[in-house]
């Protein structure tokens, strides 16, 4: 899940977020069955017509939020064609970036608040046990909330490299990226420690 909620209101906000998580779910282990170019071309197509369905600006928005993929879909395919195997390279990278895709869709259209309630329902079992799932209900939501901002921030050290060099950017800014990261971890955590840190348990009322 690379994006936040999408300022776009469509049906699928009202829908609940348990049902678009199953219904990823059951999409993604479906697009594992599918056999060669054609039926994941086809999915991909499937998918990126959903996206559409909301308007322009909502296409625009989910299709800018999937560049994030594109160094991945370069070496899956660089790969396959070194070892001589494209066509399954090509299959492969229509199912990831499909799944990706719809991963995507479910974030751009679930608030954060929803999917926090969600995971809160989901852990309810360990809690039951005796386990502290409070760690990991803020976790997961921080990830979700900052995955989108690491991206930007990768966008903005990327167009300055540009703005100073003809070369294309590279591992050069594994390091600046990670030290923002670690800036961004710090601040983060100095204001949960301002309001009293990490809950002991996020439990309401099962």
């Known amino acids: 899940m690379i994006s ?12 609940p977020a348990g049902l678009k998580l199953g219904a990823l779910c059951l999409c993604s282990t479906g697009l594992f069955g599918l056999p060669g170019i054609g039926w ?32 991945f879909v370069a070496i899956l395919l660089a790969w396959h064609a070194l070892t001589g195997d494209l066509p399954q390279g090509v299959a492969i990278t229509l199912r990831m970036v499909a799944l990706v895709a719809l991963a995507n869709l479910v974030t751009m259209t679930t608030p954060l608040e929803d999917m926090v309630a969600l ?33 930007a921030r ?25 030290l923002q990261a670690l800036d961004d971890a710090d601040h983060v955590g100095e204001a949960l420690r301002a309001r009293g840190g990490a809950p002991i348990s996020l439990d309401t009322e099962d």
């Open 154 to 178: 990768a966008e903005t050290l990327a167009e300055a490299w540009r703005a100073r060099s003809r070369r294309r950017p590279g591992w050069q800014l594994v390091l600046p990226l990670t």
């Open 40 to 71: 994941n071309a086809a999915a991909l197509a499937l998918v990126l017509g959903l996206y559409a369905l909301p308007g322009p600006v909502f296409l625009r928005a989910g299709l800018a939020s999937l560049r994030v993929v594109l160094p």
């Open 119 to 151: 995971i809160h329902r989901l852990t309810a079992p360990l809690r039951r046990l005796g386990l502290r799932t409070a760690a990991l209900e803020l976790a997961i939501p921080l990830v979700i909330r900052f995955t989108p901002v690491l991206v």
């Open 4 to 15: 936040l909620t999408s300022p776009v209101e469509t049906r699928a906000h009202r829908w």
